[in-house]
C-alpha cells in the first residue's frame, strides 16, 4: 500500500524536493528562489530550505542569486540505469543489430504520458548526443510509445486516452483518440508498431515489445531510419524479423539476470 | 549559506531518500525494505516511508518485498543534462572532432571523487553503451580527471589527495598521492592530460580542459583510442591540436548560451 499524504507515511520534503530537480530544463537551466517556488507551487520559504538543502547535499550550486543544477543529479538517474544494466546486458545484441540494418537502435520504457530512453546505439552522427539516454518523447507519436501502450491493461489506456492531448508534430501524425486507439489495437494484434514521419518529416520507426517472463511489454525496441533510406514495406521486410530476434535476445538475457 | 542540519533549514528527509535512489545498481538492482534500510543508514521505519513515497511517486515500484526504481528516476538526471543543453550546444562539434580523428570523444565533469559523463559521440561500437551518459569513473586515472582536478583551487586537490584511495587497475595506473599530484601539476602546465592504459589495458586517452568565463575547468573534453590504432605521440601530434579547437568551440558556444 503506498504512502498517503493523509497519513503520515507520506513525505512531502522528498516530494517536493524532487519536484525542484525536476524544475529545472533546457529552457530554464537556472532558476532564482522565487522562480523555483512558483514553479513548484510552494512557499518562497519552503523553496529556500529545498534549495540550500540539495545546494549543500551537492546536487544544486548557487551564483547566490541564480540555482543551477550539478553533475552530482546524473547520480540519481545512473542508480536506475546501471540497475538495469542494459549497456552490459542488452548492448552486445543491439550492436549486432545496428549493424545488421546499418541503421540506429533503441530501447525505451513508458513513463505516461512519454517513453523515457534507455539504451541507444546510433549510426547516424545526427541525434547521436541530443537524443541520448534519458531522452523523453510523447508515447503516442512513437512507435516504441504504441507498442507500449498496446501492453497496457484496458484501465490503464483508457485512463492514458482520456487525458491524451496531441499535438500535429507534422501533417502525417495521428491526433484524434479514436485514430490513436486504432493504432494501439492494431500495434497489439501485429505485434508490432510502424510509424511513418508522425514525429519527424523525414523519419521512420518501428518497434517490437520486449517482454517480462509474464509476457508484459516492460520495453521496447526500435530501429529509426531516414526516409531517404526507407519505405514502410522495406521496414517490415527487412528489418522487422531482426528487430523481433534482437528483443527476444534481449528480453530473454534480462530474465534470465532478474532484470525484469 | 547552505542548509545546515542543526538548523532547521536542512531537510533530512530529502536527502535520505536521494540516499535511498542511489542504493540501488547494477549489483543490487532490488532492494528489501530492511537491505535500503542497511546500505543507508536509517532505521527500517524510516526506510518504509521513504519507499512508500517514492513508490507512490512512481520512482520506485515493488512486487510486495523487494523494491526497484523505474525509469521515472532518469528525469531527474535529464533534468540535468536538458539544463547544460550540450547535445544541442556540442553535439555538432563533438561530431566533428569524432569524425576528424576517428574515435570517440567525451565530454566529462567533476563530482569527486569521480567524473561524470555528460556527452558522448562514439565510434567504436564496443562501449556505445555501456559507457554512456551518467556513467562515473575514478578522477585520478582519467585523462578529463586529472585536467579538472588541475584546475581545482590548492585546498580542494588537496582535501581530495588527503583522502584519495588508488587501485593499480593496470600495470601502468599511478597509485601514489606524490606520483598522482606530480601528473596532476604536469597536467595543469600542460593544459592537457594524457592517460596511456592506466584505466584499462589497450587504451589512451588525451584530454583538454572546456573553461568558463573566469577561465575555470568546468568540464573536460577528451578523445580515447584503442591502443592498437594510436601512440601517446600520435595523440599528442595528430589530436591535441583539434582536441583543442574543439574545446575552445564548445567553450565558447556555452559561455554564449550562459550554460556555464
Chains 1, 2 share one sequence.
Not at 545546494?55 to 543551477?68: H, I, K, M, N, P
Not at 492531448?165 to 510502424?194: F, H, M, P
Amino acid at each position: 500500500m503506498p504512502g498517503d499524504a493523509s497519513t503520515g507515511t507520506f513525505l512531502q520534503g522528498l516530494e517536493r524536493g524532487l519536484a525542484v530537480i525536476r524544475a529545472f530544463s533546457a529552457d530554464t537551466p537556472s532558476l532564482t528562489l522565487s522562480e523555483v517556488a512558483r514553479d513548484v507551487g510552494i512557499t518562497p520559504a519552503t523553496a529556500r530550505r529545498i534549495l540550500l538543502t540539495l545546494e549543500q547535499l551537492g546536487y544544486v550550486r548557487s551564483d547566490g542569486r541564480r540555482f543551477s543544477l550539478t553533475p552530482r543529479v546524473l547520480a540519481l538517474g545512473w542508480a536506475y540505469l546501471s540497475s538495469l544494466d542494459l549497456g552490459d546486458i542488452a548492448g552486445p545484441f543491439m550492436e549486432e543489430l545496428s549493424a545488421k540494418t546499418r541503421e540506429s537502435c533503441s530501447i525505451a520504457t513508458l513513463d505516461l504520458p512519454d517513453i523515457v530512453y534507455v539504451a541507444r546505439v546510433p549510426t547516424s552522427r545526427i541525434m547521436t548526443v541530443a537524443l541520448g539516454v534519458g531522452a523523453r518523447l510523447p508515447a503516442y507519436v512513437t512507435s516504441m510509445g504504441r507498442v507500449l501502450l498496446a501492453g497496457l491493461a484496458e484501465d490503464e489506456l483508457s485512463a492514458y486516452l482520456s487525458s491524451f492531448e496531441a499535438e500535429a508534430l507534422t501533417e502525417y501524425t495521428v491526433t484524434s483518440v479514436d485514430d490513436l486507439r486504432d493504432v494501439i489495437a492494431k500495434a497489439d494484434v501485429d505485434g508490432y508498431a510502424l510509424v511513418d514521419q508522425e514525429l519527424e518529416l523525414g523519419l521512420r520507426s518501428i518497434a517490437v515489445p520486449i517482454r517480462d517472463s509474464r509476457g508484459r511489454a516492460v520495453a521496447a525496441l526500435n530501429v529509426s531510419a531516414h526516409a531517404s533510406r526507407s519505405t514502410p514495406d522495406s521496414l517490415r521486410e527487412d528489418v522487422l524479423e531482426p528487430l523481433r530476434e534482437c528483443a527476444d535476445q534481449i528480453g530473454t538475457a534480462l530474465r534470465r539476470r532478474g532484470r525484469i
